[in-house]
């Protein structure tokens, strides 16, 4: 776990103390097509330095193309891209930032040891391969061949490429995609041991809890556009009068009684089958209300729950409920 | 608190020596090739057994000294199995499986990676000559040594026509496709590309395999320099091919 950081800058107008402080990946206006589709659509964002950036969005909201133009992969269409202060995929740059591709990539044949011990002589000054495996979990696969490693065990491997040359900045595109509960925890402490160290994150998720445990900021994308950005706490900041209380109960109960019984302001509706929401300024009145209506209804309110919102209410509120082709 | 201690990964960013960068690399193309046992076949046992063949079996046509001439188109051979079947097979599925982004992710220059390959590859050329050149003094063939500077330079500019070709074809397409190619491609010269037999068909005469084959005839047989013709047609593909590949050849 993180330490919370008593030294961020807070947001409310606070200048960093150091004077012009270099963004660590700043884009502006960012387009880019393929064929007669806009896959990113005048994108603005601007990392600071030693933070950690999370790109949310659901699938083909145009995250990977967003980050693979900042890694020099593809070329923008249009708009302007610099990272630490350089053009992306320059010589000078190369060097400087991680990148761990989605899927990850290696020799077919070779051993993940050897692939690692590759991509540290690529570097000045690389951590040390025999380390960063075992740290991995991967000492037991050290020499097994790539294209027999897990998913999973290729995403880890992939990890270790974009952290061995001690980079400033590092790009992971869906870094705990294919992982299991333990290795995706170790992801997410290894995310914070960078921070802690002064190496900027940007990633890409489209896992809620991902972004909200590790991002101090969260860049919300859908159809090549910002949609939404700010901390996990702004995003999920809920006015006193924005919260809900949840339940489930038997599917298709009458709320109209209970929608007349509620204090004004406060709304009810069933979310999906079975799962009832109100929603407005919950106060211990409201909550005996709610019960008090199922009991004349001879229902038992079960996994009652007063929230504010997710950040997957949030997302789901910008990006729509419904899924997409 | 996370269980790292503070300071393990504080940056420390660079890029490394580029001679060792050449070397790691170069030595990772290599011990791969050479730890595939496909390849191993393509580019070793295959050319063996037909040297063996070629300079044993009288009834394939070959001219004298027939061991000699022999030896000097299996030498084709084997440089058109590494160079072009082999690595547009092994780049048809290191594209596949993500390589070659992985490691211009790194800070690998892109000349160094096309140098590391070209590298590679020279390595594994020289190991199949040495290999099938002792074969053949073990059979009788006698190498006039006067030809020994333009046969390494047959060598490596085969090498280079070649490899250029078969990053051409694994470069573009779909592993499986490269597969299939690649083999039938290499099957096709063996058989009528001017390779195992003399093929008097004038526009053989103007394919590489035929033309690299001719060359060394000349150097490994006679110990003498190839001919202008033979030189200018690798030279022509070789550098038509690597154009056409800095163009074509995707990453994934």
């Given at each position: ?109 070779i051993r993940a040891e050897e692939m ?210 | ?120 590859a020279l390595v594994v050329v020289a ?126």
């Open positions: 776990m993180t330490q919370l950081r008593a030294d961020r800058p807070d947001r409310l107008g606070f200048v960093p103390v150091s004077p012009n402080p270099q963004p660590a990946v700043e884009v502006s206006g960012l387009v880019k097509r393929y064929g007669s589709k806009t896959a990113v659509d005048g994108l603005d964002l601007v990392q600071q330095p030693g933070t950690v950036l999370a790109l949310l969005g659901p699938n083909g909201a145009g995250k990977t193309t967003t980050v693979e133009i900042c890694e020099g992969f593809r070329q923008a269409d249009d708009g302007s891209v610099r990272v630490l202060g350089m053009a992306p995929g320059c010589e000078a740059l190369r060097p400087r930032i991680g990148v761990m591709p989605q899927g990850g990539g290696g020799y077919p044949g690692l011990n590759l991509v540290a002589a690529c570097a000045a000054n690389p951590l040390d391969p025999k380390w960063l495996i075992e740290v991995l979990g991967l000492g037991g696969a050290a020499r097994t061949p790539y294209k027999r490693l897990s998913g999973g065990q290729q995403q880890r491997l992939s990890l270790a490429c974009a952290l061995i040359g001690r980079p400033e900045l590092v790009f992971l595109d869906e870094p705990t995609a294919g992982m299991d509960p333990q290795a995706r925890r170790l992801v997410w402490d290894l995310v914070a041991a960078l921070k802690d160290d002064g190496v900027a994150v940007l990633l890409t998720t489209h896992l809620m809890d991902e972004a909200e445990a590790l991002a101090d900021d969260v860049v919300i994308i859908d159809e090549g556009r910002v949609v939404a950005q700010g901390s996990p706490a702004e995003l999920t900041a809920h006015r006193a009068d924005d919260q809900q209380l949840r339940f489930r109960a038997r599917p298709g109960l009458d709320l109209s009684l209970l929608s007349a019984a509620l204090p004004e302001g406060l709304k009810v509706r069933e979310a999906t089958k079975g799962a009832y929401v109100v929603e407005g300024l919950i106060d211990p009145q409201v909550v005996s209300t709610v019960t008090s209506w199922c009991a004349q209804q001879g229902v038992l309110a079960e996994e009652l729950t007063v929230a504010k919102r997710s950040l997957e209410d949030v997302f789901l509120e910008l990006t729509g409920r419904e899924l997409r082709s | 608190m996370t269980t790292f201690a503070p300071g393990t990964f504080k940056p420390a960013p660079g890029r490394g020596s580029l001679p060792r960068m050449l070397f790691v690399h170069a030595r990772t193309e290599a011990m791969l090739t050479l730890r595939n046992g496909e390849q191993i076949l393509l580019t070793v046992i295959i050319p063996l057994a037909l040297l063996v063949a070629l300079s044993v079996m009288s009834v394939i046509p070959m001219p004298e000294p027939r061991v000699g001439s022999a030896t000097a188109r299996i030498f084709a051979l084997a440089i058109i199995s590494s160079a072009f079947t082999g690595q547009a097979i092994a780049l048809g599925f290191d594209r596949r499986y993500g390589v070659l982004k992985r490691l211009s992710a790194s800070a690998l220059p892109r000349w160094l990676l096309v140098a590391g390959r070209v590298c590679g190991l199949q000559i040495l290999l099938l050149a002792v074969t053949a003094l073990v059979l009788g063939w006698r190498f006039p040594l006067s030809g020994l500077p333009w046969v390494v330079l047959l060598i490596v500019l085969g090498t280079l026509t070649f490899g250029a070709l078969g990053v051409l074809l694994g470069g573009a397409l779909r592993a499986e496709i490269v597969l299939a190619l690649a083999n039938i491609i290499w099957f096709v010269l063996l058989m009528v590309g001017g390779v195992a037999l003399s093929v008097p068909v004038g526009f053989v005469h103007l394919l590489p395999s035929a033309a690299l084959a001719q060359a060394l005839e000349t150097s490994v047989v006679h110990g003498t320099a190839p001919g202008v013709g033979p030189v200018a047609v690798l030279v022509a593909w070789g550098v038509v091919a690597g154009a056409l590949a800095t163009r074509t050849t995707k990453l994934t």
